[in-house]
Nanobody, 122 residues
């Protein structure tokens, strides 16, 4: 059974930082793109960032320059460093695994984590 386990969410003031982590098994992680999505209350889930198996990254425009996605292939973990957080970043953030080594926006996700809540107060 594939499990993606997120951690690192919480409450932070606007302008603050959080780092999200998503851990999984080596079998699930190796060779695949990983990503983060978020869903704010009353809104549809949206793409945040993705990182390919080789380390190439892509970001949603509103988080460029503030968020950084990275992966540690020895620990089977993907991270999302979030700086300069804004109240509009408040959402449940879900980790996702792609179906291949790369990822293009709009492409189907193979597996989802359950999510971790990020709340940014003004």
């Amino acid at each position: 059974q594939v499990q993606l386990v997120e951690s690192g969410g919480g409450l932070v003031q606007a302008g603050g930082s959080l780092r999200l982590s998503c851990a999984t098994s080596v079998r699930t992680f190796n060779g695949y793109a990983m990503g983060w999505f978020r869903q704010a209350p009353g809104k549809e889930r949206e793409f945040v960032a993705a990182i390919s198996w080789s380390g190439g990254t892509t970001y949603e425009d509103s988080v460029k320059g503030r968020f950084v996605i990275s992966r540690d292939n020895r620990k089977n973990t993907v991270y999302l460093q979030m700086d300069s957080l804004k109240p509009e970043d408040t959402a449940v953030y879900c980790c996702a695994r792609g179906s291949r080594g790369g990822y293009s926006r709009g492409e189907a996700v193979a597996y989802w984590g359950k999510g971790t809540l990020v709340t940014v107060s003004s």
